[in-house]
């Protein structure tokens, strides 16, 4: 079984980082591993820029190390030789995976015929299937929303199939259509349809935000894999939590000091990558859900949006730490734990 290369839990649960652009970088993938992903999947790489010797143009590429731990590739677009030839590049490096992206939403993307609009044309979808398979020196995925507009068992039955005669490997579907984008539910029946439509692997997708959505999905489903994405922004612990409950413990959330910590590595990291200003400009989108959970985090939240260098970043989360004094070690620290540390100075 291709999954069998990944390292599950003890009672064989798989969780996976999801794509996210420009959130699931380098610096984050890695830590994402180290809280126990079973996998991580890169931003989308263009199979455009890739051969058309803009390569370099490929920030979803940058710090690319398959040593971390299980590494997917996730390349988009809408023509199958470009696709074939992107795929035979980078397996070259002997990733996990090369995943096809038949999911994403934006605009843009679907403007130039990639990602979610690739769904509309099930012929176009099955070559450029193919071609990358052909291709390929790895196993290839693919991940999928439910459809363009109209999410029907039919539908997701016909996709699922068609990608499966295809040859490839494993399947990923996030259980809304293109049309959804992410408002209302995530349906789960569609993620089993799937399952019940190929006999290559499914890994379900779509509103899992904790352990007890996992094991909702898997049972619902009968899923494979679990991938988990907007959930995990600004909190790779979702992972450790999510195999710690699952393996029968308690689960310690960290606290604001181990929060700020991880916060700080990954700004320093995307600057090491990047450099300075863009590297620590590119990670002020996730700064923010980083301290969602800390108390008092407000008051530092909109000098973050402004900072340009790892110097300034520093300043400002050490002195926030040194506000909140003894709470900064305190796993379940809350805005009113503040208040009457406050009273009691």
Same mark, same amino acid.
């Given at each position: 079984?291709?999954?069998?290369?990944?390292?599950?839990?003890?009672?064989?649960? #798989?969780?996976?980082?999801?794509?996210?652009?420009?959130?699931?970088? &380098?610096?984050?993938?890695? @830590?994402?591993?180290?809280?126990? %992903?079973?996998?991580?999947?890169?931003?989308?790489?263009?199979?455009?820029?890739?051969?058309? $010797?803009?390569?370099?143009?490929?920030?979803?590429?940058?710090?690319?190390?398959?040593?971390?731990?299980?590494?997917?590739?996730?390349?988009?677009?809408?023509?199958?030789? #470009?696709? $074939?030839?992107?795929?035979?590049? *980078?397996?070259?490096?002997?990733?996990?995976?090369?995943?096809?992206?038949?999911? +994403?939403?934006?605009?843009?993307?679907?403007?130039?015929?990639?990602?979610?609009?690739?769904?509309?044309?099930?012929?176009?979808?099955?070559?450029?299937?193919?071609?990358?398979?052909?291709?390929?020196?790895?196993?290839?995925?693919?991940? @999928?929303?439910?459809?363009?507009?109209?999410?029907? =068992?039919?539908?997701?039955?016909?996709?699922?199939?068609?990608?499966?005669? %295809?040859?490839?490997?494993?399947?990923?579907?996030?259980?809304?259509?293109?049309?959804? $984008?992410?408002? =209302?539910?995530?349906?789960?029946?569609?993620?089993?349809?799937?399952?019940?439509?190929?006999?290559?692997?499914?890994?379900?997708?779509?509103?899992?935000?904790?352990?007890?959505?996992?094991?909702?999905?898997?049972?619902?489903?009968? +899923?494979?894999?679990?991938? @988990?994405?907007?959930?995990?922004?600004?909190?790779?612990? @979702?992972?450790?939590?999510?195999?710690?409950? *699952?393996?029968?413990?308690?689960?310690?959330?960290?606290?604001?000091?181990?929060?700020?910590?991880?916060?700080?590595?990954?700004?320093?990291?995307?600057?090491? *990558?990047?450099?300075?200003?863009?590297?620590?400009?590119?990670?002020?989108?996730?700064?923010?859900?980083?301290?969602?959970?800390?108390?008092?985090?407000?008051?530092?939240?909109?000098?973050?949006?402004?900072?340009?260098?790892?110097?300034?970043?520093?300043?400002?989360?050490?002195?926030?730490?040194?506000?909140?004094?003894?709470? &900064?070690?305190?796993?379940? &620290?809350?805005? %009113?734990?503040?208040?009457?540390?406050?009273?009691? +100075?």
């Amino acid at each position: 079984m291709v999954l069998s290369k990944l390292k599950g839990l003890s009672n064989g649960a #798989r969780v996976i980082l999801a794509p996210l652009c420009g959130v699931t970088t &380098a610096p984050f993938r890695r @830590i994402c591993l180290e809280q126990g %992903a079973d996998m991580v999947v890169t931003e989308m790489i263009s199979s455009e820029a890739w051969t058309r $010797g803009k390569e370099k143009d490929c920030k979803a590429a940058n710090g690319l190390d398959l040593s971390n731990g299980p590494l997917s590739l996730q390349i988009f677009g809408g023509d199958p030789v #470009r696709m $074939g030839e992107t795929a035979a590049r *980078l397996s070259e490096m002997e990733p996990e995976f090369i995943d096809m992206n038949f999911g +994403c939403p934006v605009k843009k993307i679907v403007n130039g015929n990639g990602g979610s609009a690739v769904l509309k044309d099930v012929d176009l979808l099955g070559a450029i299937c193919r071609e990358v398979v052909r291709r390929s020196q790895v196993p290839v995925s693919a991940k @999928i929303r439910a459809g363009w507009d109209r999410p029907t =068992g039919e539908k997701v039955r016909e996709l699922a199939r068609t990608i499966e005669d %295809a040859g490839v490997s494993m399947i990923a579907i996030h259980a809304r259509t293109r049309a959804q $984008g992410f408002s =209302g539910e995530a349906n789960w029946d569609l993620i089993a349809e799937t399952r019940r439509a190929v006999s290559v692997p499914v890994v379900g997708n779509g509103d899992v935000r904790s352990a007890e959505d996992v094991v909702r999905m898997e049972a619902h489903t009968g +899923c494979d894999a679990v991938m @988990i994405g907007r959930a995990a922004i600004g909190n790779p612990w @979702i992972f450790h939590e999510v195999k710690t409950r *699952l393996d029968g413990r308690d689960y310690a959330p960290p606290t604001p000091r181990e929060r700020v910590a991880v916060l700080l590595r990954h700004v320093r990291e995307a600057a090491a *990558l990047e450099g300075e200003p863009g590297g620590v400009v590119a990670t002020r989108k996730v700064m923010g859900a980083y301290l969602k959970r800390v108390p008092n985090a407000r008051q530092v939240r909109g000098p973050l949006m402004q900072t340009k260098s790892v110097a300034e970043v520093e300043d400002l989360l050490g002195a926030y730490l040194g506000q909140i004094g003894p709470l &900064a070690d305190i796993p379940h &620290a809350t805005e %009113a734990n503040l208040e009457e540390f406050a009273n009691e +100075c």
